[in-house]
């Protein structure tokens, strides 16, 4: 079946701007996740939803990053106001359950690079 | 979630047995030992977790110690294809926020011909 997709695979926009990166999570997963990967670390979780709700942001840096997952499957993030810092790839990842042994499965990725 | 340490790189021979080792001793009770692996440009790959006892699939195996400090993730016989970062990761069960996923720095292997 499909995995995870992620769109667009790369994204290159002026510091400033608005950006909107996307998430297909594998069909029925109702957990989401997005994490962010700078060159030579690993992946850095940035928020978790279950469902249609967001059930720990507690990693996204600042307030310029919100998502929203409306319908309970694809969801976005968002970038307002964006820095040369948050050049970096941004992974989604979905799962079957909540929490409990529920492996993650994750997509390619979408690199941002702010200019 | 417990730390985890892991040696920044490994080399391993085709053909041979590639044994990646984690330290975490800090693990609790209800904590499972996962392991993923990125390839270059994809995003991490699930291969396997545990909580006591040793497990295998068609990817790997997975060795914990009795005092579960520490783990060894075996690759029995390892291609060229599974170059990559390796990644041991603690997390807890059960759906009281034990959801995300801490990564540390991994391990990097190198499969030589």
């Known amino acids: 079946g499909a995995g995870v997709s992620q769109t667009p695979s790369n994204k290159v926009t002026e510091k400033g701007k608005y950006v909107e990166l996307r998430c297909d999570p594998i069909?029925?997963?109702?957990?989401l996740y997005w994490y962010r990967q700078s060159l030579g670390q690993g992946p850095e979780f940035l928020i978790y939803?279950?469902?249609?709700?967001?059930?720990?942001d507690s990693g996204l840096p600042n307030d310029r990053f919100f998502a929203v997952r409306p319908e309970g499957s694809v969801s976005t993030l968002k970038i307002q106001r964006t820095e040369r810092g948050d050049s970096a790839m941004y992974l989604c990842?979905?799962?079957?359950?909540?929490?409990?042994?529920?492996?993650?499965?994750f997509g390619p990725g979408t690199r941002l690079t702010v200019t | 979630d417990a730390k985890t340490t892991q040696p920044t790189s490994m080399d391993c021979a085709e053909g041979r047995a590639a044994n990646l080792p984690c330290n975490h001793s800090t693990i609790s009770g209800n904590e499972y030992v996962y392991w993923y692996r990125q390839i270059h440009s994809q995003g991490p790959q699930y291969i396997i977790h545990g909580l006591k006892n040793n497990e295998t699939n068609e990817m790997a195996s997975l060795i914990i110690t009795e005092d579960r400090k520490s783990s060894t993730l075996i690759l029995p016989h390892a291609t060229l294809r599974d170059t990559a970062v390796y990644y041991c990761?603690?997390?807890?069960?059960?759906?009281?926020?034990?959801?995300?996923?801490?990564f540390g720095a991994g391990t990097r292997l190198a499969v030589h011909p």
């Open positions: 939803f279950q469902g249609t709700g967001a059930a720990d």
């Open positions: 990761i603690v997390r807890g069960a059960g759906s009281g926020g034990y959801n995300k996923l801490i």
């Open positions: 069909s029925g997963h109702t957990a």
């Open positions: 990842a979905s799962s079957l359950t909540r929490g409990g042994e529920g492996e993650q499965y």
